[in-house]
């Protein structure tokens, strides 16, 4: 018995270091949807090599761009993963069983394994960190600009074998994408920031990523990263506070 139809749907911007692995890990899928927020580098012709279906859409946010790929897509399924993702052969096998065998679920979290560098981080809350990344094309909505998730409407379930997250190559990358990510955030929220909140929800973060969430799993790699999850909370909420008192505004 073959399974559902397939629509696997990535978004993409200046991502010619990664994609071309992701699409090697879901070239079994029934379709491909790429959705490109107007790359710079070789992204577009590599994808071309797997798909004549490239959209090349000015950025809108993640979960815009995203939604846009669902609206492109003619499976049954949606199978909806990153450029620095990957589909493991352990996880396709799974995803093919489970779809074969239908239970009657609308989608499924995916366990991720997140790296630094080569490194798979089991501490710090990164794993399995559950992703619902595969649902029915009707049933599911990617919601929030940044850190976005799907809406699903209806029932889930859980599968066992994991997605791989390329998540950061170095340090510099990881600070790139704090400082990328807390802008976008920043922007959009609409409260204000008391001056303690610079200082304690960041040493808050720090110490729970770290202790309660066994961050000290991963040794001094998962220290590094306790402290760039309490700097991220910092720069969020120092960008909030300069939007707000309009600070720096004369340098």
Same mark, same amino acid.
């Given at each position: 018995m073959y399974a559902p139809n397939i629509?696997?749907?990535?978004?993409?911007?200046?991502?010619?270091?990664?994609?071309?692995r992701c699409l090697e890990s879901i070239a079994w899928v029934d379709e491909i949807i790429v959705i490109d927020a107007e790359s710079t580098?070789?992204?577009v012709d590599l994808c071309m090599k797997y798909t004549d279906k490239v959209y090349i859409v000015p950025w809108k946010g993640f979960a815009a761009q995203k939604n846009y790929g669902i609206d492109q897509a003619t499976g049954t399924w949606v199978l909806c993963i990153d450029a620095d993702e990957r589909i493991t052969i352990p996880l396709r096998q799974e995803i093919e069983l489970v779809l074969?065998?239908?239970k009657g679920?609308? !989608?499924?979290?995916?366990?991720?394994?997140?790296?630094?560098?080569?490194?798979? *981080? =089991? $501490?710090?809350?990164?794993?399995?960190d559950y992703q619902l990344r595969l649902f029915r094309r009707c049933k599911g909505r990617f919601i929030n600009n940044v850190h976005e998730v799907v809406s699903l409407d209806g029932s889930s379930g859980y599968l066992k074998e994991a997605l791989e997250h390329?998540?950061?190559?170095?340090?510099?990358?990881?600070?790139?994408?704090?400082n990328a990510y807390t802008s976008i955030e920043a922007?959009?929220?609409?409260?204000?920031?008391?001056?303690?909140?610079?200082f304690l929800l960041p040493l808050k973060t720090l110490?729970?990523?770290?202790?309660?969430? !066994?961050?000290?799993?991963?040794?001094?790699?998962?220290?590094?990263?306790?402290? *760039? =999850? $309490?700097?991220?909370?910092?720069l969020k909420y120092a960008k909030i506070w300069?939007?707000?008192?309009?600070?720096?505004?004369?340098?």
């Open positions: 629509t696997a749907v990535v978004i993409t911007k200046n991502e010619e270091k990664h994609i071309q580098d070789r992204t074969i065998n239908d679920f609308d !989608g499924f979290y995916i366990p991720r394994r997140n790296y630094l560098g080569a490194r798979w *981080m =089991r $501490g710090a809350g990164l794993y399995p390329l998540t950061y190559n170095s340090l510099f990358d990881y600070v790139q994408k704090i922007k959009e929220e609409t409260t204000s920031v008391e001056i303690l909140q610079l110490l729970v990523s770290f202790f309660l969430y !066994g961050g000290w799993k991963d040794g001094k790699l998962g220290a590094i990263n306790s402290i *760039m =999850r $309490g700097y991220y909370v910092f300069e939007k707000d008192e309009h600070k720096f505004e004369r340098l």
